[in-house]
């Protein structure tokens, strides 16, 4: 569902790390660009 | 080995409308939009508001947080909530900025005379007055509108628009030492002093019977050649009257309460200190850090308070305090990964199934406990309450509970996030005074404090960290 398109990836420390998020959207056929975790409190 | 215990607890909060202007995010968006800092100002919450905040009086551990009323907390008439109150007190700015200035050694912050005035008159009037320097305040006025036009200054006020006086920087050509960052260091410092004056008072401490203290609040205080260098701790010890003490500080992001704790525990386990403080203050950047979110949904600017700590780690004896189970201390391991439900399995499942305790052996576990209050309108969620439904997961995995005993699990044995917004004080440490009544009185029999802290922010490695430790009712 992601072939073709670039993808972003802001994980959360509290939630979904970055790193799994990227496997998701890698699994999916997307290009993942820029994946980062952080900290939002 | 000694069975250490924590023997007692303290819990302040400064509120502090008028620095909140200078927190991080405040300070890099009021400047360029005169019209927001109008709203910004227009919507700093009264000393009386603030005291009857019900998650400022759980915090104070006046109320427990799984005993706070429905939200909206805000609105809350706060019945009967006073500002010196359970473990600690509530401190409002005008006393506070004296604060500063009583534990200021090298003229950074000046106030103008009347302020000094009466900033003094009330701090003499306070519980700790002789513990502190108010010789220091008489000398601190001056001009607040000259003070505040020096080269590198940075103006303070009271509340929303009285100019009070003004923080100088020490070196023109040291960041380290710049009026912004000796503002959050000094604030740290009386913050965590406030605490450990507390600690002493309360529970008639001497406090040349303490041998160490252990810094773990957020700033890292130090010059252009070492930044980080510490040591905040031992300025706290002296301020605070103890002569006997030497200390250092415990650096890990959010986390560094727990590990503090940790260390303080094995310093006394293996003998080589009898007494050792841990203290953490406040942290100035932290304020206002939510405060669009908050002015979007019509709230008033909910990050206007400093937390502080401390708490007293000594040799088991009293047959009464908590004891630190060291055997219990979970590390989250380099190589244990980065997701949630890692971190919550090294540092929740592993240490209760090595213990052979179990998930339902723990009566509170108190993890990252920011108030969901001030987190929500910014699009940042409920945090502990997803932490809690991650320990929840994993009970159900482990056939400890059925699923559809989740939330009775969270209800139960979680509880809802309450502390401000100052990471370290939000990491566990706020349930500190709740932790150790509880266990004392024999309400609980084993709390886990769980912490956590993002490495990644520092840009050095991409790991975040925690560790977790329980304390359990005395034998």
Redesign the interface.
């Known amino acids: 569902m992601f072939e073709g398109k670039q993808v972003v990836a802001l994980g959360e420390?509290?939630?979904?790390?970055?790193?799994?998020i990227v496997k998701c959207i890698e699994s999916a056929g997307g290009d993942v660009v820029f994946s980062?975790?952080?900290?939002?409190? | 080995m000694t069975d250490p215990v924590i023997s007692a607890t303290s819990a302040v909060l400064a509120h502090v409308p008028g620095l909140a202007r200078h927190g991080s995010k405040p300070g890099r968006e009021l400047p360029r939009d005169p019209e927001l800092e109008q709203r910004f100002l227009g919507a700093l919450r009264t000393f009386e508001q603030a005291v009857a905040y019900p998650p400022h009086q759980a915090y104070l551990g006046v109320t427990h947080p799984r005993e706070l009323p429905e939200r909206p907390w805000v609105s809350a008439a706060g019945d009967g909530a006073e500002r010196f109150a359970g473990a600690g007190e509530l401190m409002p700015e005008e006393e506070f900025l004296g604060l500063m200035a009583a534990v200021d050694e090298f003229d950074l912050i000046a106030l103008d005379a009347a302020h000094a005035e009466a900033a003094g008159v009330a701090l003499a009037r306070h519980p700790l007055a002789e513990r502190f320097d108010l010789e220091r305040l008489a000398e601190a006025g001056v001009d607040a509108e000259e003070a505040a036009a020096e080269s590198g200054a940075l103006p303070l006020y009271l509340g929303a628009d009285r100019l009070v006086g003004a923080m100088r920087g020490a070196h023109e050509a040291d960041e380290a030492l710049a009026a912004r960052v000796l503002l959050e260091n000094l604030a740290t410092k009386a913050s965590a002093a406030l605490a450990l004056g507390r600690l002493l008072e309360d529970h008639q401490i001497d406090p040349q019977s303490i041998d160490y203290v252990l810094g773990a609040g957020e700033e890292a205080i130090g010059d252009r050649y070492q930044r980080g260098g510490g040591n905040l701790a031992k300025a706290v010890a002296a301020v605070a009257g103890l002569t006997e003490a030497s200390g250092a500080d415990v650096k890990n992001f959010?986390a560094a309460p727990i590990p503090a704790l940790v260390m303080a525990g094995s310093l006394v386990a293996s003998g080589v200190f009898e007494r050792v403080a841990v203290v953490a203050g406040g942290s100035v950047p932290k304020l206002g850090m939510k405060f669009e979110g908050h002015l979007k949904n019509d709230l008033p600017v909910l990050e206007d308070v400093l937390g502080g700590a401390a708490m007293l780690v000594e040799a088991a004896g009293d047959g009464r305090s908590p004891r630190i189970r060291l055997d219990s201390v979970a590390r989250h391991r380099v190589a244990a990964g980065?997701?949630?439900q890692r971190i919550i399995e090294a540092l929740v499942v592993e240490p209760l199934e090595r213990l052979g305790v179990g998930m339902l052996g723990v009566d509170d576990y108190a993890t990252?406990l920011?108030n969901p209050e001030i987190?929500e309108p910014?699009?940042?969620?409920d945090?502990p309450k997803?932490?809690y439904k991650t320990i929840a997961a994993l009970a159900v995995r482990n056939g400890e509970i059925a699923r559809e005993d989740i939330d009775e699990f969270v209800r139960r044995r979680g509880m809802p996030g309450f502390a401000p917004?100052q990471?370290h004080i939000?990491s566990a440490l706020c349930y500190l005074p709740h932790a150790h009544a509880r266990l004392t009185s024999g309400e609980a029999r084993r709390v886990q404090l769980i912490a956590?802290g993002?490495l990644?922010?520092g840009r050095m490695s991409?790991l975040?960290d925690g560790m977790s430790v329980l304390l359990e009712q005395s034998d």
């Open positions: 420390r509290d939630g979904i790390a970055g790193p799994a980062s975790t952080e900290c939002f409190v | 959010c980065s997701s949630n990252e920011h987190t910014q699009g940042s969620g945090v997803r932490n917004t990471g939000a956590k993002s990644f922010l991409e975040s």
